[in-house]
């Protein structure tokens, strides 16, 4: 690729509406990409662009009437770049600038004296130093016939850095889709806001999910909090292809800061994992909020909810086992008592008898499980809680609400904390919750209600942020979606969802087209707080060349697994 070669050149645009960029003779249309990024050099800026469509145009209808013969090249040829050429729509996205000390000077002649020296000195392109520029917002555009090139390697790295810069937790997570150079996403910036990866169902979220895990775990970015729907995360999961495969948890990259906690031992035990901590959650760790969210999948009636706000004020925290062991005409007495509905009150009790499936829910606990995750978190532990069976809609919805809100409440505590005391030692560590299916905790009608949404509101306030994973964008409250600070989008094709995506992004129609035509696999597009412009991005390999990369420990070179190997062979050697 000749990076030096100019692709064409400004032919119209406005700032609103993007620029119009014919494309020179020599150049084949078919190179000219969607998502594509490249570099407009203006006379005092050069513009940073995504390309976000690609025409084709005639200089006269007489073309299109009467078109040359298949066989006749030579007429072909002639048209081309004159009679018939190509075009491209370029959405500026950044500007660098020069420091004062490079300033251009005002009149036209002198301009463009300055332009013809600095491309005979090799200057024009900006990659002598990209500390002689600085990145602008765009607020301008180039002049007419302005120059349209390839973005250089050193173009990315003054947009999006390097993966081993000492002053930023970056962390490349792909490349773009023509070019073979890292593109960084900003850590810092990732975690300080609520984040969001979508895509249709089979484009990778969960590879891209992990892929980001590992780096903030890599770089300590933020500690984590990952309720891992099908145990994806945490241990040894399938991946996705023809051949049978398997990708390592984030437990087996940094088995000295992953802790595995679980809803359902007997599963993870199947699954190769010893030293998986047990979660139970009691009836009286229960509250009505939680039996809002789930709501719709017990089947409870608005009456049903009201009633149980009047048990739980007459019986605290232990109104689940008191309702469960209430005959009919205890239930009748408290009614005429308490103001109460009988038959809402019967209808809760049969249906709260549902909890008694779950593997995981006790009438009591003699241990405060959610304690024991705390003092993970406290101690830096990056937590995964995996709930085997347990991942129907109900198991996982109740279970997640419940734990997050009592970690919430925690950290609410910390942070005032930290407000009063200005002491360094007391600001709690940034954590950040993954939770999948989100839309099923954020949608419009139990957004306002649910800690999940309030976490989303309320950003970074209390050090405690979200990760969501979801197919569905559209059924996440548009609140919600306007605080998500940075989405990593994979291909989606409902026009509904694409709509999500672009909720609260200036300037979002005009990568309409650019998610749309993402392939299914390994493509995605980023936008929003950590990165400084959007750009679509070829993913970042999860394989084994990725784990020698971040990986602290390979699992098999641990010394207690080494041990435990040798002893399960010499009890198979003695006949055991």
Not at 71 to 92: E, H, K, M, R, W
Not at 233 to 240: F, L, P, R, T
Request: net charge neutral.
């Amino acid at each position: 690729m000749d990076l030096e070669r100019p692709l064409g050149s400004v032919v119209q645009g406005s700032l609103s509406q993007g620029l119009e960029v014919r494309l020179h003779p020599d150049v084949l249309v078919e190179d000219m990409r969607v998502g594509k990024f490249l570099v407009v050099r203006g006379v005092r800026s050069h513009f940073f662009c995504m390309l976000t469509d690609v025409t084709l145009g005639t200089a006269s209808s007489r073309i299109l009437a009467n078109p040359p013969e298949p066989s006749n090249t030579f007429l072909q040829d002639v048209l081309a770049g004159t009679g018939t050429y190509g075009t491209i729509a370029l959405t500026p996205m950044l500007m660098f600038t020069p420091k004062a000390e490079d300033s251009v000077p005002s009149s036209v002649a002198a301009q463009k004296a300055q332009r013809k020296a600095a491309k005979a000195s090799g200057l024009a392109s900006f990659e002598a130093n990209s500390n002689a520029v600085e990145l602008l917002p765009v607020k301008t555009i180039p002049g007419h016939f302005s120059q349209v090139y390839d973005a250089s390697e050193r173009d990315f790295r003054a947009v999006f850095g390097w993966e081993d810069d000492p002053h930023r937790r970056n962390f490349a997570i792909g490349q773009p889709i023509d070019m073979d150079v890292p593109v960084c996403i900003d850590l810092d910036r990732f975690v300080e806001r609520s984040n969001g990866i979508f895509g249709k169902s089979g484009t990778g979220k969960s590879f891209l999910t992990r892929l980001l895990l590992a780096g903030t775990i890599k770089r300590q970015a933020a500690v984590n909090l990952i309720f891992d729907m099908h145990s994806e995360y945490g241990w040894e999961a399938v991946s996705e292809g023809k051949r049978f495969s398997t990708v390592k948890g984030l437990r087996q990259l940094f088995p000295g800061q992953v802790q595995i906690f679980t809803l359902d031992p007997e599963s993870t035990k199947r699954r190769g994992v010893r030293d998986a901590q047990e979660l139970y959650i009691s009836y009286d760790q229960i509250d009505v909020e939680d039996l809002l969210l789930v709501r719709g999948e017990l089947n409870l009636s608005e009456a049903s909810l009201e009633n149980a706000i009047i048990l739980r004020n007459e019986f605290g925290k232990s109104w689940i086992n008191r309702l469960l062991t209430l005959s009919n005409e205890e239930i009748q007495e408290f009614c005429e008592t308490k103001m109460g509905s009988k038959s809402s009150i019967m209808a809760l009790q049969r249906k709260l008898t549902r909890l008694g499936d779950l593997k995981y829910i006790r009438n009591t606990c003699p241990h405060n499980y959610v304690s024991q995750i705390l003092d993970a978190i406290d101690a830096g532990k990056h937590v995964v809680i995996e709930f085997g069976s347990q991942s129907n809609m109900l198991s996982y919805m109740l279970a997640t609400n419940v734990i997050a809100r009592r970690i919430h409440a925690s950290y609410v505590k910390k942070a005032d904390k930290f407000l009063q005391s200005k002491n360094p030692a007391d600001r709690p560590q940034q954590l950040m919750i993954t939770i999948e299916e989100a839309h099923r905790f954020l949608d419009p009608a139990t957004a306002r209600q649910t800690i999940f949404g309030t976490i989303a509101r309320e950003m970074r306030k209390y050090f405690v942020t979200l990760l969501v994973v979801d197919q569905r964008p559209s059924g996440i409250d548009n609140e919600v979606m306007s605080q998500i600070g940075t989405r990593i989008t994979a291909l989606l094709n409902d026009e509904k969802d694409i709509d999500a995506i672009f909720t609260g992004v200036s300037g979002g129609q005009g990568l309409r087209s650019v998610l749309a035509k993402l392939d299914s696999k390994q493509q995605a597009l980023l936008l929003g707080h950590a990165v400084p412009m959007p750009v679509v991005v070829r993913t970042r390999p999860y394989d084994a060349a990725f784990y020698s990369e971040v990986g602290e420990t390979a699992w098999e070179e641990m010394p207690d697994l080494a041990v435990f190997k040798a002893a399960e062979a010499a009890k198979a050697d003695l006949g055991f």
